[in-house]
């Protein structure tokens, strides 16, 4: 729908240019934001590449497993009809931890890792669960302690003091978050979650010398 809506604006804007004899600032304007958008990407880059940088050393430090383990009770409580142990607990709270840091880029890879590892619980592909519902709603709302992004933008464009917006952010995102948790609660007690899905059963092949499920041979 989105693709769609923006077709009619590129389509709308060459048709009334054409008609009132403007194709030149249409032009001049796609050809400007071709220039910005290289410009603005090559900011994020660098921002990036040292917030991911820092993450690096922080997860080589431990501390990253540090905030995992302060992160673990809230994302279990948070997600109950998920597994403590599954690897879709792993994935949210890297994605959280990226979140955190306002590495959205670096988030989303760990949101869709762990979409798919829920999805592996859902007894109805076609429905998405309450866990993916709670995910999804955390994922746009997380709050932000580093608006990384916003900064390496507000860069960019010469602000005089691009990391004024953390203060500001930090109580927005704290703002959406408790919307989100409340709503979700909510959503939760109104319809209650679907029965995971079971594991597929465990089969075995008792001819000599096969594999069976996990890893070892029936001789």
Known sequence: MVNWIWLFFIVASVVVAA???KMDAVTQAAFEGAKSGVTVSF???SIMVFWLGMMRIAEDAGLL???ARMLGPAV???FPDVPPNHPAIGYIMSNLSANLFGLGNAATPMGIKAMQELQKLNP???TATPAMC???ALNTSSITIIPTTLIAIRMNYGSANPAEIIGTTLAATFVATTAAILADRWYRRKSPPP???PSPPRTENKKAGSPVAGGEAVV
Request: proline share 10%.
């Open 134 to 136: 709670t995910l999804l």
């Open 195 to 197: 029965p995971i899905a």
């Open 76 to 78: 279990r409580k948070l």
């Open 124 to 126: 109805d592909p076609a």
């Open 43 to 45: 900011g994020l880059i």
């Open 65 to 67: 497993r540090t905030l």
């Open 19 to 21: 008609i009132t004899g």
